[in-house]
C-alpha cells in the first residue's frame, strides 16, 4: 500500500500534510499464529526494543547495518563488508524469505548443519535444493528445543534474536519437518532479509531518527492490547480547525473480510494486484504460463481464473498486474475472496527461485458488474444477429441462383390462366 520513500508513497504523503509523525509500526504474526497490526505515527518503543540505523541517502529502501550472524551464540566467520555489498542489509516485508550473499549464505548453512541432530530430507519441490530435516515435532514453540537461536548484530552492537520460525518454514509434505527459508541471493551481493525474519515482531521504522527497531513479541496479543490500551488518536485541538494526530488505531483485527475490502463490498466481482519480480521480462516470457499456474495454485483457485494482463520492464525486473476472475458466476464468494486477499496482503505466496524475489505492490479489489443483462451479453447477441443474417443472405442467394439456373423460363402467365390441359377440343 506505499509505505516506502518517496513522493508518492502514503507515509510521505500523511506526514506532508501534519497528519501523523514521520514513523510507521508493523507488527507480523507468526507461523502458526496469524494477526498482527499496523500502526501510522509515532509509537512509544518498549524498552527491550533494538535499532539499527537506517540510511535513507544510500538508498530507496529500508536498510539496516547488519555486521554479523550467530548460530548458537558462535558467530559466523563473515566479515562484516559482505552484508554491506551493494544495497546493504535491507529489509522487505513483502519478500517471503531471506537472501544471503553467497558467502553468508554458505557459512550460516553450515552452522545451522552442524548444529542438530535431525534426518536431513529432500524438499517439498524437487526442483530446488532445499535444505529440509524432519522428526522435530510439530509444535512451533517446541523447535527451540532441536534448532538454534539465531543472533543478528547490528553496527551500534545491539542483537535481535531469532527463534526457529524466524528461519525456518513447514515442509508441505512431511509432517514434523521443516526447512531453512535462507537462500543464496545468487548474482546480488544484497542482503535481503523478507517477512519470515520478522515473524512475531514489532517493527518500528522510525524515520525521523533513521533507525528501525524490533521487538520481539506475540503480535496476535500485541494487537488486543493496541486495541484496548496503547494507540489512540488524540483529541482535536481547540485551536485549529483542522484534524491533527500522532497515530492511527488499527482497524479490527484481521479475521474477515471486512477487513481487507472496502466498507459495505460484500461482493466481489473482480481482484486485481501488482507484483514485481526481481527478473528481467526476457527471462520471465518463457515462464509467464506456469507463472500463472503457480499463483492459481497459491491462492488455491483455478489455473483459468488468474489472468496476467500486462508487463512492464522496472529497474532490475519485471512490473506484473494480475486480475482473478469469478469461477462460473458473476461474483466471488467471500470465503474465497477472503482467502485470496488474506493470502496476497500477507505474503503468504511462494513462488520458486527462478521467478526472484517478489513484492507485492498494491492490490484492488472491484464490485460484480452491474450491467444489465444485454450489456454484459451485447457481445454474443451480435454475434448471433450476424451470423444470422449471413446464413439468411447465403441461403437466399442459393435459392436465387437454382431458380435462375433451373426454373420455368417461359412467359409469366396469371393465377387464373387456363392451362393446355384445360384448352381441349369440344367432342
Not at 531453512?180 to 523478507?194: E, I, Q
Not at 526481481?278 to 489455473?303: F, G, M, R
Not at 431458380?403 to 387456363?418: L, S
Amino acid at each position: 500500500m506505499g509505505l516506502g520513500r518517496g513522493p508518492l508513497s502514503i507515509m510521505d504523503q500523511l506526514v506532508e500534510k501534519g497528519v501523523i509523525s514521520d514513523s510507521f509500526s508493523l507488527c507480523y504474526g507468526g507461523m502458526d499464529i496469524g494477526g498482527g497490526a499496523m500502526i501510522l505515527g509515532e509509537l512509544s518503543p518498549p524498552p527491550e526494543m533494538v535499532f539499527s540505523p537506517s540510511n535513507p541517502v544510500r538508498s530507496q529502501y529500508y536498510n539496516i547495518e547488519l555486521t554479523e550472524i550467530h548460530v548458537s551464540g558462535k558467530p559466523i566467520h563473515i566479515k562484516p563488508e559482505v552484508f554491506d555489498s551493494k544495497h546493504g542489509t535491507v529489509l522487505d516485508s513483502g519478500t517471503t524469505y531471506a537472501y544471503l550473499p553467497e558467502e553468508a549464505f554458505s557459512a550460516f548453512k553450515d552452522a545451522i548443519v552442524n548444529s542438530i541432530k535431525l534426518k536431513q530430507i529432500p524438499g517439498p519441490d524437487p526442483r530446488f535444493n532445499d535444505i529440509c530435516f524432519s522428526g522435530a515435532g510439530s509444535e512451533v514453540t517446541e523447535l527451540s528445543k532441536v534448532f538454534p537461536e539465531v543472533d543478528m548484530v547490528f553496527g551500534n552492537g545491539q542483537k535481535l534474536p531469532l527463534s526457529p520460525e524466524n528461519y525456518l518454514f513447514r515442509h508441505s509434505r512431511v509432517h514434523d519437518a521443516y526447512c531453512l527459508g535462507v537462500f543464496p541471493g545468487g548474482r546480488d551481493p544484497t542482503t535481503l532479509l523478507g517477512g519470515i525474519v520478522v515473524r512475531n515482531t514489532l517493527v518500528t521504522y522510525d524515520r525521523q531518527k533513521e533507525r528501525i527497531g524490533f521487538w520481539k513479541t506475540n503480535c496476535s496479543e500485541l494487537w488486543e492490547r493496541l486495541q484496548i490500551h496503547e494507540v489512540s488518536a488524540p483529541a482535536p485541538s481547540t485551536s485549529d480547525n483542522r484534524e491533527t494526530t500522532t497515530g492511527i488505531t488499527p482497524a479490527p483485527s484481521p479475521n474477515g473480510l471486512q477487513n481487507y475490502i472496502l466498507p459495505g463490498q460484500f461482493e466481489v466481482g473482480l481482484i486485481t494486484f501488482d507484483m514485481s519480480l526481481s527478473v528481467n521480462y526476457s527471462d520471465l516470457k518463457p515462464l509467464i504460463t506456469e507463472l500463472a499456474e503457480l499463483i492459481a495454485h497459491e491462492l488455491e483457485i483455478d489455473a483459468d481464473q488468474v489472468h496476467l494482463m500486462n508487463f512492464t520492464s522496472i529497474a532490475n525486473g519485471t512490473l506484473l498486474r494480475c486480475v482473478i476472475l469469478p469461477s462460473g458466476s458473476d461474483f466471488i464468494s467471500n470465503p474465497t475472496a477472503e482467502g485470496i486477499i488474506s493470502r496476497l496482503a500477507e505474503h503468504r505466496v511462494q513462488l520458486p527461485e527462478n521467478y526472484g524475489n517478489y513484492k507485492l505492490v498494491e492490490w484492488n479489489v472491484e464490485p460484480p458488474s452491474r450491467r444489465s443483462w444485454w450489456h454484459r451479453h451485447i457481445v454474443g447477441v451480435v454475434a448471433g444477429i450476424v451470423a444470422v443474417a449471413m446464413i439468411t443472405s447465403s441461403t437466399l442467394a442459393i435459392w436465387y441462383f437454382w431458380r435462375w439456373k433451373y426454373g420455368d423460363r417461359g412467359i409469366y402467365r396469371h393465377v387464373d390462366a387456363a392451362t393446355p390441359e384445360q384448352e381441349l377440343t369440344p367432342l
